[in-house]
């Protein structure tokens, strides 16, 4: 399996954002081919990286339950589903999950579901994961091993403590995570000191801060993709430095 980076935190702090900042950062530096999925049901991280979304691997788990053409085998048919939904970009492919099973779920689609995420993981060296705040999803789905977890915040307390949350509720989870990193957005510095439960959940040397840039408010506004802010973005920079810390040790 190749190198995993999922990406959490509650809505609104920019992580959907910061997950496409990472794309680019490995598509740039050879660090390919990568797989990107969605994992957020509220899947927006094809808009991020400029690209068109037709079909989730939800729909397909529910075509599964009712629209299996005769004659052929549901796994065949999901295969043709999941190859369908992936959308295939310069350096990465990418694939939406949309939204978990909900009342009346089918087992079958779903074994055969992350039956076929598992084979097609293994194609790809690396893997970003952006998730919906909870980490059950992806669990539950996809990933069992994480070599880095990005929890993404705003400077405000409420989405500190989230940050907190998910990272003990992910200890509880049956996944191995190697590293847990915190990324404090829309700051322009660090603070003089984080409260005792940000340090204790994470410790000072895995907290990074990346800076407000209005420049993200103008592109979403615009209908451009952030995958597309020029090199000299104050979050560009900012998310360019602190991935060089993380990962430039996993270039060729």
């Not at 009342?103 to 995420?117: D, I, K, Q, R």
């Not at 996944?175 to 000072?204: C, H, Y």
Request: with cysteine; hydrophobic share 40%; aromatic share 6%.
């Amino acid at each position: 399996m190749g190198f995993t980076v999922a990406l959490g935190g509650k809505g609104g702090t920019g992580k959907t954002t910061i997950a496409g900042l990472l794309i680019r950062y490995f598509i740039k530096h050879g660090m390919k081919p990568v797989l990107a999925i969605d994992a957020d049901s509220n899947a927006n991280l094809n808009d991020v990286l400029g690209v068109c979304l037709d079909e989730t691997l939800s729909d397909a788990r529910e075509m599964m339950k009712t629209s299996v053409p005769t004659g052929m085998t549901k796994d065949v048919f999901m295969q043709m589903k999941m190859e369908q939904s992936m959308v295939e970009a310069e350096g990465f492919d990418l694939v939406a999950m949309g939204r978990p099973e909900g009342p009346g779920c089918y087992c079958a689609a779903n074994n055969l579901l992350s039956s076929l995420m598992d084979r097609l993981i293994k194609n790809y060296r690396y893997l970003v994961v952006d998730n919906e705040a909870g980490m059950e999803h992806f669990s539950r789905l996809t990933q069992k091993d994480i070599d880095f977890l990005l929890l993404v915040s705003d400077p405000s307390r409420r989405g500190l403590a989230a940050a907190c949350r998910i990272a003990e509720l992910v200890r509880t989870l049956p996944m191995k995570v190697a590293e847990v990193r915190l990324l404090v957005n829309q700051m322009d510095s660090s603070p003089p000191s984080w409260p005792e439960e940000v340090i204790q959940t994470f410790g000072e040397d895995h907290i990074h801060v990346l800076p407000k840039d209005p420049l993200v408010a103008q592109y979403d506004f615009e209908g451009k993709p952030t995958l597309t802010l020029p090199e000299d973005a104050l979050i560009v920079k900012a998310a360019d430095s602190i991935f060089d810390a993380l990962f430039s040790r996993n270039r060729e």
